[in-house]
């Protein structure tokens, strides 16, 4: 099965590693120059707007709609880290931002103006960037938004050698808490591009003037700084390859590790076509290469001392078990300690929602509802499966496994079967008992359609990171690293605490066949371990309803999806 984050989940923390790290060396040894902030009292972030070159080159590729810029702009971090919390109560209340400031053992709170941070994707509107032809006439002028866990690097040798904090900004519209940080010693990239609105420039030279927008400067006391840089335009013929240029400006990714599965809106990128490998990219999404959102200074990342669960140390940083399977079954008798943590398997509202055609090998002609749909784990224990086949069959034995306060394996019982998708697309090993979903009627009791699938885990989607035991660098983030293969002999599928696995529902069986319903209201239910066959703290929080209306006429049917209190993602 695949899946995506939803749509528009790559618009944060997607940047070059080759750009983080220029950081390193160019900012470094730089002086502070005129508009250096004022020394910050003990415990409070001393932050600076830097560029790390003073030229990038981006490059537009024929027949495409324009260029993503990167212009290696950060936002520098010393003399105490740069926390945010960001939560909501439910979906009924409003996001509440707080920065946590950190003095040794001292920790304050000082809560940002309210209205101030909309969603978990950032601060918005932080960066203003205005774009001169080399005719000095503005061509481009815009505003971005800044996740403060996009791709990072240190400033100087003697900084913590690794981030503890989370490597993107969820933009999952039911995220519940964030945690936004950057380290001190360290710089934040601030540029972020939309995948949707790529800028119209023609190739050429250009400067680009950046700043700080000013309820920022006197929120965080950064100094007003405005950063020049360069930028050349190169136009890229077909099968003529490109570059990242100076500053990172291209598209090219390389290293680290996943961060969602959400590539919407890449179809006409030339420059990625060799990475689809023929997949399927629908409206909403699927199986889309994904660009690493970290810098090579986190590869290494559980390395350095500060991290762990000692006295001292923030939640967030614990390792997560290893996903490396068992190498044989368990033996003795099934079960664990009553008080054995567990999981706390949850469903979100189903979003992303549309009536599409047929596509993908679905029946032409014919009316689908495509959703996407979430369950995660609010903990305090990972959802952890291990699956054991036996030889030659396509068709694995699985096992949930329980673990202690300091990660020892306590106990196991058996958690149905995990069984091989050969589909073009798939081709990986799925658990057959994490999920269902219903079509409801108006009265909200009889199912008129229902699908029911299997799914290979991953911690796709960052839902709450403030629960308790919240994994804030979980491993397995995308289907290359835990789904297995044809000749796997076992598997091992976690979803850790605090994140929530999406799939985006298009392909046959995935999607309600609404061919000749009949207009009206239904509900689209979603229900987290429907046979119960895994252990939980929790099992009533595992079903979700959301609201859709159905309308028009067959072969144009139309739906409509009314909020979930004050979330309107339909």
Wanted: aromatic content about 8%; glycine content about 12%; charged content about 20%.
């Amino acid at each position: 099965m695949t899946r995506s984050q939803h749509r528009k989940g790559i618009k944060r923390g997607a940047f070059a590693a080759g750009a983080a790290l220029t950081v390193v060396a160019a900012v470094a040894g730089s002086a502070p120059g005129a508009g250096a902030a004022p020394a910050s009292p003990a415990g409070t972030p001393k932050l600076k707007l830097v560029a790390a070159s003073k030229a990038v080159t981006a490059d537009r590729y024929e027949g495409n709609a324009g260029v993503y810029l990167d212009l290696g702009t950060y936002v520098t971090v010393d003399n105490a880290p740069l926390e945010l919390k960001v939560t909501r109560k439910s979906y009924k209340d409003p996001i509440v931002a707080q920065q946590i400031l950190r003095n040794g053992s001292k920790v304050t709170t000082k809560t940002l103006p309210a209205g101030l941070v909309k969603d978990f994707g950032g601060l918005p509107d932080f960066l203003e960037v205005s774009i001169k032809n080399a005719a000095g006439v503005e061509v481009q002028k815009s505003k971005s938004n800044f996740c403060l866990n996009n791709a990072s690097g240190r400033l100087r040798p003697d900084a913590p050698a690794t981030s503890h904090y989370p490597e993107s900004c969820s933009t999952n519209p039911f995220t519940l808490g964030s945690v936004w940080g950057v380290e001190k010693g360290w710089a934040a990239n601030t540029s972020a591009f939309d995948y949707d609105r790529p800028l119209d420039l023609a190739a050429g030279e250009y400067t680009v003037k950046v700043a700080v927008a000013k309820k920022y400067r006197d929120l965080f006391g950064i100094p007003d700084d405005r950063p020049t840089i360069a930028l050349t335009v190169r136009e890229i013929s077909d099968g003529e390859e490109g570059g990242t240029g100076g500053g990172g400006a291209g598209l090219t990714r390389s290293g680290a590790h996943g961060a969602s599965h959400d590539m919407a809106g890449m179809e006409g990128m030339a420059s990625m076509a060799g990475m689809a490998g023929g997949h399927h990219y629908g409206p909403r999404g699927a199986d889309a290469p994904t660009p690493s959102a970290l810098s090579h200074a986190l590869e290494a990342r559980g390395l350095a001392h500060h991290l762990g669960d000692g006295a001292g140390h923030t939640d967030g940083s614990r390792v997560a078990p290893a996903l490396k399977a068992a190498t044989a079954r368990p033996t003795g008798r099934a079960g664990a300690p009553a008080n054995v943590p567990k999981p706390d398997l949850r469903s979100l509202p189903a979003w992303d929602i549309a009536v599409t055609d047929g596509e993908d090998g679905d029946v032409a002609g014919k009316d689908y509802l495509a959703f996407s749909a979430n369950v995660w784990n609010a903990g305090p224990a990972p959802l952890v499966v291990d699956g054991f086949r036996k030889p030659g069959a396509d068709l694995m034995d699985s096992y949930q496994y329980f673990y202690d306060a300091k990660g020892k394996q306590v106990g196991y019982a058996p958690a149905g079967t995990m069984e091989w998708d050969p589909r073009i697309g798939h081709e990986h090993w799925h658990f057959t008992d994490f999920a269902s979903y219903r079509l409801l009627a108006a009265d909200q009791k009889e199912i008129v359609k229902s699908g029911k699938e299997a799914f290979c885990l991953a911690n796709t989607d960052a839902i709450d990171y403030t629960v308790k035991n919240a994994n804030w660098h979980p491993n397995n983030t995308d289907l290359s690293t835990a789904c297995g293969q044809q000749n796997s002999i076992s598997v091992r599928e976690v979803l850790d605490v605090g994140s929530g696995d999406t799939y985006t529902q298009y392909r046959p069986g995935q999607s309600f066949d609404i061919t000749g319903l009949p207009n009206g209201t239904y509900y689209i239910q979603v229900v987290a371990n429907p046979a119960n066959r895994l252990q939980e703290t929790n099992t009533k929080n595992n079903v979700s309803l959301r609201k859709v209306v159905l309308g028009g006429t067959e072969g144009a049917r139309t739906v409509s999806v009314p909020p979930v209190d004050l979330v309107n993602a339909p």
